[in-house]
C-alpha cells in the first residue's frame, strides 16, 4: 500500500501506530488524536495527559509507537519485550524458541517468522 500524504509505502509500522492509539485510548480514555486535523495527525501532535499518571516506561512507550515517522517506531518484537519488561516476574512469558532464535541471529520478524508467533 501506498501513502497519499507522505508519498511513501505503508509497512507494519502503521500496525504499531494504531496499536500505540489502542493503547493511548486504554490509559486516558480518550483518543490521542480526538478532533484533529490531518496534518496534526500526520507530525504526531498529541500530548499525554498528567492524569491518570503512569510510568515513564508506559508513556515512553506511548510516545514511541506514535512516532510521526514509521522508521522511528518501534517493530513488534521491540514493544513485546518493553511490555514484558512492564509486567510483574510471574506473569512475564518468554518468547517461543523459533522466534527467540531467529531474534538471536537478527533475521526480521516479517522475512524468516511470523508476527503472530512472537506475540505468544
Known amino acids: 500500500m501506498w501513502d497519499l500524504y507522505r508519498r511513501e509505502v505503508i509497512s507494519e509500522k502503521v500496525d504499531i501506530w494504531a496499536l500505540g492509539c489502542l493503547l493511548y485510548r486504554i490509559c486516558y480514555f480518550k483518543s490521542a488524536f480526538d478532533g484533529e486535523s490531518k496534518l496534526q495527525v500526520l507530525n504526531?501532535?498529541?500530548?499525554?495527559?498528567?492524569?491518570p499518571k503512569y510510568s515513564t516506561s508506559v508513556t515512553g512507550l506511548i510516545k514511541?509507537?506514535?512516532?510521526?515517522?514509521?522508521?522511528?517506531?518501534?517493530?513488534?518484537?521491540?514493544?513485546?519485550?518493553r511490555v514484558n519488561e512492564?509486567?510483574?516476574?510471574?506473569?512475564?512469558?518468554?518468547?517461543?524458541?523459533?522466534?527467540?532464535?531467529?531474534?538471536?541471529?537478527?533475521?526480521?520478524?516479517?522475512?524468516?517468522?511470523?508476527?503472530?508467533s512472537l506475540l505468544l
Not at 512492564?86 to 511470523?114: F, H, R, V, Y
Open 44 to 51: 504526531g501532535n498529541y500530548r499525554i495527559p498528567e492524569q
Open 64 to 81: 514511541d509507537m506514535l512516532e510521526a515517522s514509521p522508521n522511528a517506531r518501534p517493530d513488534i518484537t521491540q514493544v513485546w519485550f
Open 86 to 116: 512492564l509486567l510483574p516476574l510471574e506473569l512475564q512469558k518468554s518468547l517461543p524458541d523459533g522466534a527467540s532464535a531467529a531474534i538471536s541471529m537478527g533475521l526480521q520478524d516479517d522475512e524468516n517468522c511470523s508476527g503472530a
